[in-house]
């Protein structure tokens, strides 16, 4: 019985080993030169050791082991490995690094031999991707959306709108670059819950009517002080995308460009809708208030779910 146990037990662990990733590391050591390491599992006897096919315009170093000598730049190149007697169909895991500090390991699954090799990071290839980044977001970011929807509103004239948007951006910006540089780290579920409420609290402003009140005097600092929030809520979204290694600065403005095109392009429509739906009697008396209710509806419900999630 004994015997058994300890056949199991050792079993266990041969097991363990047969689901041990393939190690790949390829690394820039200097112009269009590359040194490769291959680290495999205890199963793959030495004879079947994988080698790394790396492009047709590279070719080994006559003078070093493992390390290649390319007559162009391997990035965004395709890289393979192969096996010499027999495949082993185990996951790998490869990572690459550049001398410029760009580092990226990503993991290929079993029966995957073949990967290309990460672009590097350009100043117009990062801005391009990040800015495009940041109006996708705000056209998706359905609260954003109506939270400006909400200043709109309030605003009323074209020249207030301008000054009032102007406001939520700068301050919506400076929270961004300082979350997203890790200066200020705050939870992001209770952000969220919050960003709801700004947009429940404006919502119920339009409804009750124009005031003489702090909101309808100043909608700038009221949309400054949420716009600190709202730039939170950006940060956590950029974080999941993650920043650039080398470009980090040039995705920062870009993404943050992005999300100002999206913001402009929505309020320049949502004006023109404004202005043409005002030619009706029944907008200029019940529509806006009805629009107020439907904002507040559905903000409240995002308040609600987004506070029970972190609650409870």
Known sequence: MIGFFLWLFSANFSLADDFRPLYIEVNEIGAHRYTSRVKTPPQILDTNTPLIKFPSFCQPDPGARNIYRCSDDLAD?????????????????????????ENYTFTLSRGEYQWRV???????????????????????????LLF????????????????????????????????????????????????ALSVLFLAAEIARGPRHNFTWRYPITVSSSFGLLHGLGFAAVLNEIGLPQTELLTGLVSFNIGVEIGQVIFALVVILMLNYLRRWKWFVFNGQKTLSYCIGCVAAYWFIGRSMSFLF
Request: charged residues 15%; contains cysteine; hydrophobic residues 50%.
């Open 77 to 101: 190149s395709l890289l393979s490995v192969s096996y010499p007697s027999y495949e082993v169909a185990n996951s790998t895991v490869v990572k690459m690094s550049f001398l410029s500090g």
């Open 118 to 144: 990460p672009k590097r990071e350009e100043v117009l290839g990062v801005s391009a991707q990040y800015a495009w980044l940041g109006i996708e977001h705000i056209w998706i970011g359905f609260d954003h």
């Open 148 to 195: 400006v929807l909400c200043l709109i509103l309030i605003a009323r004239k074209t020249l207030r709108i301008l000054v009032t948007i102007t406001g939520f951006t700068v301050a919506h910006s400076i929270t961004l670059v300082l979350a997203a540089l890790d200066i200020v780290t705050l939870p992001v579920p209770p952000i969220e819950a919050v960003i």
